[in-house]
């Protein structure tokens, strides 16, 4: 009798024990361990340094801008607000001097140290690469050149790339010119990566300017 009694008090235990580790938990995460004010945001973190996440902005925005921006910077510096290159290239979007010159941005240590900044000078950028292009746009978007389908997208990164007058070269020489950046990066890829994305609501201008 004794050894039933400890035979089934053994398999009740053991039930038991099995039992606990189905058990539910109540996990709160702190607010820290989210990168956004939405704590339903998908974007979860086990760090409270947003800094250690460099990429952690790049969304899946399919062929908005905001997708446009988001592909280039990670191509440019993945995602990197405060990269430099080799060449002296800086930020997010690795903007040259000249080109920061160009949209009325001369502290270069402030618009390494300043995201919003950065995110303006982007769209400033563009929207006067599209003024310098506006010829080429209305001329060969939709047709291809080159062996390439030109998108308006396309050819704003590729001047992003290598500046709106190589772009103007790669037009005149009918696409048979090889064009590429310091790095080898060619223009003829540009075109390609970022053809279709949405810049229609960007409006073209001749000397923007940006500020905060």
Not at 32 to 42: A, G, K, N, R
Not at 84 to 100: C, E, I, P, R, T
């Amino acid at each position: 009798m004794l050894k039933k009694w400890i035979y089934y008090t053994s398999i009740a235990i053991a039930v038991a024990f099995i039992s606990s580790g189905f058990k539910t938990f109540k996990n709160e995460n702190q607010p820290w361990f989210y990168t956004v004010d939405d704590p339903e945001s998908l974007f979860q973190f086990p760090s409270q340094n947003i800094l250690d996440y460099p990429v952690s902005n790049l969304l899946s925005t399919g062929k908005s801008f905001t997708g446009f921006k988001e592909a280039i910077a990670f191509k440019e510096s993945q995602g990197q607000y405060k990269l430099v290159n080799a060449y002296g290239y800086m930020g997010k979007y690795q903007f040259g001097a000249g080109a920061l010159h160009a949209i009325g941005i001369h502290n270069t240590a402030n618009f390494l140290n300043n995201p919003q900044l950065q995110e303006k000078a982007f769209t400033a950028l563009i929207a006067k690469n599209k003024w310098e292009l506006k010829d080429e746009i209305e001329k060969y978007d939709g047709k291809t050149v080159g062996g390439i389908k030109i998108t308006e997208s396309g050819m704003l990164a590729a001047a992003h790339l290598v500046g709106a007058g190589s772009v103007k070269k790669f037009f005149r020489y009918k696409g048979k010119r090889q064009i590429t950046d310091g790095f080898g990066t060619s223009l003829k890829s540009y075109l390609r990566r970022y053809a279709n994305y949405d810049t229609s609501h960007i409006v073209a201008q001749d000397n923007p300017t940006v500020s905060l």
